[in-house]
């Protein structure tokens, strides 16, 4: 399922004078702040908001880039070499949206898991953990490596197995490098056609720095990554909403699947 491209979340809210106010609860003097399991954003009154809260696991073959972008979505250093994950890592992002149809302003808080390929394979029991009580996956693949996108159609039959109502969202990574890419826009038009998923793309390279020239600029980093947190806070509430029976679910065939 997919859902046309701010037809749920306001899109450049982020961008706007209220949006900022929001923006500067997980912000601190222009770095991201970073949240415990218990700890969330402080809010003043005037500016109460419900959280949204949301467990998405990350899928992709080993190397595509999946711990380089959860880091990026948190505000922490992308690898710059890759390291196999060993078991599973969890990290919590919080990410402040505007609902188009009530205006209502919402915290979603997104607790992606992540774990490596080979401990996958070794131990059966670490796939039904992450899919356990999980709301959304995130289907990895790399530009700058074939196989990974090719591999996509069997790694979504293996890893949803059945689960209809879980949100699942195409993500490619390495964009930063894709006057070198392997997988064409045709290509990518083709795998929307038949598989009616919304695919995004990402660059998998820190961003800008403050003066000081180390530490990452939060507020610029956030931009870079705000069309796939606002995508997949579009999708996860509106399948909440769906599946509430407060919205009919959208026809097949009529989706808008198109996504920068």
């Known amino acids: 399922m997919a859902v046309s491209p701010g037809s749920v979340i306001v899109p450049d809210w982020h961008k706007s004078p209220e949006g900022k106010e929001y923006l500067a609860t997980i912000l601190r003097k222009n770095k991201r702040k970073f949240f415990g399991l218990i700890e969330r954003p402080v809010l003043p009154p005037q ?31 992308v690898p710059g070499a890759h390291h196999e994950t060993t078991g599973i890592q969890t990290t919590t992002v919080y990410w402040p949206a505007k609902l188009r ?13 992540d774990c490596g390929e080979a401990a996958l394979k ?101 931009a870079h990554v705000a069309h796939v947190l606002n995508g997949l806070a579009e999708h996860l509430w509106y399948q909440d909403q769906v599946m509430a029976g407060l919205v009919p679910a959208p026809q097949p065939g009529t989706e808008d699947t198109s996504r920068c």
């Open 47 to 77: 500016m109460a908001a419900d959280t949204a809260s949301y467990k998405v696991f990350v899928s992709g073959k080993s190397g595509v880039g999946k711990t380089a972008m959860v880091a990026k979505l948190a505000g922490l250093e």
């Open 101 to 113: 149809d009530s205006g209502r302003a919402l915290i979603f808080r997104f607790h992606f898991w």
């Open 122 to 222: 070794k131990f059966d029991h670490i796939l039904p953990a992450c899919k356990e009580k999980a709301d959304g996956i995130l289907f990895l693949f790399s530009f700058t490596d074939r196989s990974s996108f090719d591999d996509l159609p069997s790694q979504i039959s293996r890893v949803t197995g059945g689960s209809e109502n879980l949100v699942k969202i195409v993500i490619g990574s390495k964009f930063d490098q894709f006057m070198h890419t392997d997988v064409t826009e045709r290509d990518l038009a083709e795998f929307r056609r038949a598989w009616r998923l919304p695919v995004l793309r990402m660059k998998s390279v820190n961003g800008p720095r403050l003066a000081d020239g180390r530490t990452l600029d939060g507020r610029a980093g956030l």
